[in-house]
């Protein structure tokens, strides 16, 4: 079975502090993608990556950034977290564009809350 | 842009009884559509995912249906049962060179023993 992990279920930060959440999937999995998901918005897309340090913008990449140093991690960061960043946060990945039929794999979610 | 929109936002159901939920989007130019279900405070678990292609997808209970034409789709559940009750997703992957997802908001079912 393919496993998306997330480092922390629940995070509590300060505005303004620097937050890193981070994505560990064990598929080997090109693809790799970070939502955030809010109620009445749904999942909107921030950033995804298709191949080690690549990345592209998703739908609401503003003050959020992404690395990915390894193929099997994938970290989004918050260079100054704020109070609208509260949010659920999910890590997806996905096997390569030569595979469209695969689905994405989502790991459990971070629900981060910024006071 | 790509719009998905689900109703009901909400079903409340009895155990045993069919029911349809309902997913449509405003471009047809999709890749696959795929139905999703997230337990609360959960990620999410995909449950069918049918090719423009195809009409239908089935797995046990579930049979899901697409008209790429019209811009729907339906998610039936069978004999509903209260293990059943989470919020059901619809997601559109666009026909793009990257597999972005385009999401709903989602019906959150709930089934009564």
Same mark, same amino acid.
């Given at each position: 079975?393919?496993?998306?992990?997330? &480092?922390?279920?629940?995070?509590?930060?300060?505005?303004?502090?620097?937050?890193?959440?981070?994505?560990?999937?064990?598929?080997?999995?090109?693809?790799?993608?970070?939502?955030?998901?809010?109620?009445?918005?749904? #999942?909107?897309?921030?950033?995804? &990556?298709?191949?080690?340090?690549?990345? +592209?913008?998703?739908?609401?990449? +503003?003050?959020?950034?992404?690395?990915?140093?390894?193929?099997?991690?994938?970290?989004?960061? #918050?260079? &100054?977290?704020?109070?609208?960043?509260?949010?659920?946060?999910?890590?997806? &990945?996905?096997?390569?564009?030569? #595979?469209?039929? +695969?689905?994405?794999?989502?790991?459990?979610?971070?629900?981060? #809350?910024?006071? | 842009?790509? $719009?998905?929109?689900?109703?009901?936002?909400?079903?409340? *159901?009895? $155990?045993? $009884?069919?029911? *349809?939920?309902?997913?449509?989007?405003? !471009? %047809?130019?999709?890749?696959?559509?795929?139905?999703?279900?997230?337990?609360?405070? @959960?990620?999410?678990?995909?449950?069918?995912?049918?090719?423009? %292609?195809?009409? $239908?997808?089935?797995?046990?209970?579930?049979?899901? =249906?697409? !008209? @790429?034409?019209?811009?729907?789709?339906?998610?039936?559940?069978?004999? %509903?049962?209260?293990? !059943?009750?989470?919020?059901?997703?619809?997601? *559109?992957?666009?026909?793009?060179?990257?597999? @972005?997802?385009?999401?709903?908001?989602?019906?959150?079912?709930? *089934? =009564?023993?």
């Amino acid at each position: 079975d393919v496993k998306v992990t997330q &480092s922390s279920r629940y995070l509590v930060k300060r505005t303004g502090e620097k937050v890193f959440l981070e994505c560990v999937q064990d598929m080997d999995h090109e693809n790799m993608f970070w939502y955030r998901q809010d109620p009445g918005l749904g #999942l909107r897309l921030i950033y995804f &990556s298709y191949d080690v340090k690549m990345k +592209e913008k998703g739908d609401i990449p +503003e003050g959020y950034s992404v690395s990915r140093e390894k193929k099997e991690r994938f970290s989004l960061i #918050l260079e &100054s977290a704020s109070t609208n960043q509260t949010s659920m946060y999910l890590c997806a &990945s996905k096997a390569g564009a030569r #595979l469209l039929q +695969e689905t994405q794999y989502f790991g459990p979610g971070t629900r981060l #809350l910024v006071l | 842009k790509q $719009e998905v929109t689900q109703i009901p936002a909400a079903l409340s *159901v009895p $155990e045993g $009884e069919n029911l *349809v939920l309902n997913c449509s989007f405003t !471009d %047809s130019a999709i890749y696959n559509l795929q139905w999703f279900r997230q337990d609360p405070g @959960k990620g999410l678990t995909s449950l069918l995912l049918i090719q423009s %292609s195809q009409r $239908e997808q089935t797995s046990g209970r579930l049979n899901a =249906s697409l !008209d @790429k034409s019209s811009g729907r789709s339906t998610l039936y559940i069978a004999a %509903s049962q209260p293990g !059943d009750s989470a919020t059901y997703l619809c997601a *559109v992957n666009m026909n793009t060179g990257f597999q @972005k997802l385009v999401f709903g908001t989602g019906t959150r079912l709930l *089934v =009564s023993p």
